[in-house]
């Protein structure tokens, strides 16, 4: 919620006084304005600095602002604070705003909080909004005194008021954090809308968001897509993104993988990892674009290098496979260890099996237990599936049944077929607890649902023997009939001898 803009904004000429006359005042404010909108202020300076001489507020402002980023000349946030202290104590609004900017962020000065809110506020009660905005973020962040969000609240409602879709955004935003309000999703849709309005780029994409879930307002797909593609216009790499996975789910558009990786790869150019490493799955799996290993880890470099810690693990799965690369455990289990580090649970899954398996490092069950486990907590299935095994077998030591039992539960919550299928298994043995044949079944038919072809398999014996289930042939063969169309050559014989 920071605004941090010490730059030439639209002003408009402050009243004439000064030593010169009224002419050559507005010769020269006009001057410094026209060469200034058209970037040449090597020209400008002096007709701005002149105006300022002559005690124009606007060519003080100008004048700090040439010296304060560097235009023409080199950086001097020393002269850039003189000119703003001219310029504010001729009454310019934005002089005193950018003035606030130098010593809230300690530019070229000490940072001094209660100076930046005294300058703030004069600015803000000239009506500049920016300056209403960022006195908002003094109490809203606590910066030199107590946080008051209601005060926060009070001045970033004013900045929306006059017009500045960052302060929309941030009173919208305050409305969702339910930071000193009551949480009110509908008033916040109403703020983002209007930050929206005003090219406020995250007003977008939040706004987008909010229609898209049905937060507040009606879920409204196309609604959402709307505000997402204005949110990607604005540059804003997480609309791009939302638009991508809309494009992947349907949701208010055709299905469109092409799309969906066009939009992943704006989301990329824009600096949101999350788009580089969706873009990079598309060409590993070959969806929607050619199958390509050496563009797919271009992306995950790419989304690596944004902090994007699942980039990273997929960089770590394709050295581990030799996919696009030669195979290297060595450098797989770097790029696992980075996207671990950055709690990217693939990353702490794909080291904890070359910990099990010894890829790489020697084999230490205890470390791949920890790994697998911060896996599963990062609510990554294939973690708490192999935790299952490892437990189950007694790969560290002894079997334990219950923890077995307890992570085969967790992993087929997160919908992995194999630990639904094994958890099915042990309540139909009765491995470590009393057999429970219906729990057997509920587990073997998710598991069958999400296309595990032995679970498939398991269900049609259960309904073609004297399992203690009542026989059912007909139920019987649509499994086997399932995992044949799977590809388990039993579940073909299986389901040719229940038909004979």
Same mark, same amino acid.
């Given at each position: 919620?920071?605004?941090?803009?010490?730059?030439?904004?639209?002003?408009?000429?402050?009243?004439?006084?000064?030593?010169?006359?009224?002419?050559?005042?507005?010769?020269?404010?006009?001057?410094?304005?026209?060469?200034?909108?058209?970037?040449?202020? /090597?020209?400008?300076?002096?007709?701005?600095?002149?105006?300022?001489?002559?005690?124009?507020?606007?060519?003080?402002?100008?004048?700090?602002?040439?010296?304060g980023a560097g235009y023409g000349m080199n950086q001097d946030y020393l002269q850039a604070k003189k000119y703003m202290e001219k310029a504010c104590d001729l009454n310019n609004s934005q002089g005193c705003y950018n003035l606030g900017v130098i010593y809230d962020d300690g530019m070229g000065v000490k940072q001094d909080y209660q100076q930046a809110e005294t300058l703030y506020r004069k600015a803000c009660d000239g009506k500049d909004a920016l300056a209403c905005n960022n006195l908002g973020n003094i109490f809203y962040?606590?910066?030199?005194?107590?946080v008051d969000y209601t005060e926060a609240g009070n001045y970033f409602k004013k900045s929306c008021e006059l017009n500045f879709g960052g302060g929309c955004f941030n009173y919208g935003k305050m409305y969702i954090d339910a930071a000193g309000v009551n949480q009110d999703l509908k008033q916040s849709a109403v703020y983002l809308e209007k930050a929206c309005d005003m090219n406020n780029a995250a007003g977008c994409f939040i706004a987008g968001r909010q229609y898209f879930e049905g937060a507040g307002v009606q879920q409204d797909y196309s609604l959402a897509n709307q505000f997402f593609e204005k949110a990607c216009n604005l540059k804003e790499g997480e609309g791009c993104y939302a638009l991508a996975n809309s494009f992947i789910q349907a949701a208010g558009v055709e299905q469109d993988y092409g799309?969906?990786?066009?939009?992943?790869?704006?989301?990329?150019?824009?600096?949101?990892?999350?788009?580089?490493?969706? /873009?990079?799955?598309?060409?590993?799996?070959?969806?929607?674009?050619?199958?390509?290993?050496?563009?797919?880890?271009?992306y995950y470099n790419s989304a690596c290098a944004l902090n994007n810690g699942e980039g990273c693990a997929y960089i770590g799965e394709l050295y581990y496979?030799?996919?696009?690369?030669?195979?290297?455990?060595?450098?797989?289990?770097?790029?696992?260890?980075?996207?671990?580090?950055?709690?990217?649970?693939?990353?702490?899954?794909?080291?904890?099996?070359?910990?099990?398996?010894?890829?790489?490092?020697?084999?230490?069950?205890?470390?791949?237990?920890?790994?697998?486990?911060? /896996?599963?907590?990062?609510?990554?299935?294939?973690?708490?599936?192999?935790?299952?095994?490892?437990?189950?077998?007694?790969?560290?030591?002894?079997?334990?049944?219950?923890?077995?039992?307890?992570?085969?539960?967790? /992993?087929?919550?997160?919908?992995?077929?194999?630990?639904?299928?094994?958890?099915?298994?042990?309540?139909?043995?009765?491995?470590?607890f009393k057999a429970d044949l219906g729990k057997a079944v509920n587990y073997m038919d998710k598991a069958c649902s999400m296309n595990n072809d032995v679970a498939c398999v398991n269900l049609g014996l259960i309904y073609s023997e004297d399992s203690g289930m009542e026989k059912d042939p007909a139920k019987a063969g649509e499994y086997f009939d399932r995992a044949c169309k799977l590809g388990n050559e039993k579940g073909c014989d299986l389901a040719g001898e229940i038909k004979e």
């Open positions: 919620m920071k605004i941090r803009l010490l730059g030439l904004a639209a002003a408009c000429l402050t009243a004439l006084s000064g030593c010169g006359t009224e002419d050559e005042v507005a010769e020269n404010v006009r001057q410094c304005e026209v060469l200034a909108e058209a970037d040449n202020y /090597a020209e400008a300076f002096s007709f701005c600095r002149r105006a300022c001489d002559l005690k124009d507020g606007y060519g003080c402002l100008v004048t700090g602002i040439i010296y962040y606590g910066k030199g005194r107590n799309k969906a990786v066009y939009y992943n790869d704006l989301a990329c150019s824009l600096n949101f990892g999350q788009g580089c490493t969706g /873009a990079g799955r598309f060409f590993e799996e070959g969806v929607g674009v050619e199958r390509d290993y050496i563009s797919a880890g271009n496979e030799g996919k696009g690369v030669s195979k290297d455990f060595n450098k797989a289990n770097i790029y696992f260890e980075k996207g671990c580090n950055m709690d990217a649970g693939f990353g702490c899954f794909g080291l904890g099996i070359s910990y099990e398996n010894g890829n790489g490092v020697d084999q230490d069950y205890a470390k791949a237990i920890q790994l697998h486990d911060k /896996a599963c907590d990062l609510n990554e299935g294939r973690g708490c599936h192999n935790l299952g095994n490892i437990y189950l077998n007694g790969d560290a030591g002894t079997p334990d049944y219950a923890k077995a039992s307890q992570y085969f539960s967790r /992993a087929c919550d997160l919908n992995n077929e194999l630990s639904c299928n094994n958890l099915g298994v042990m309540y139909l043995n009765g491995t470590g």
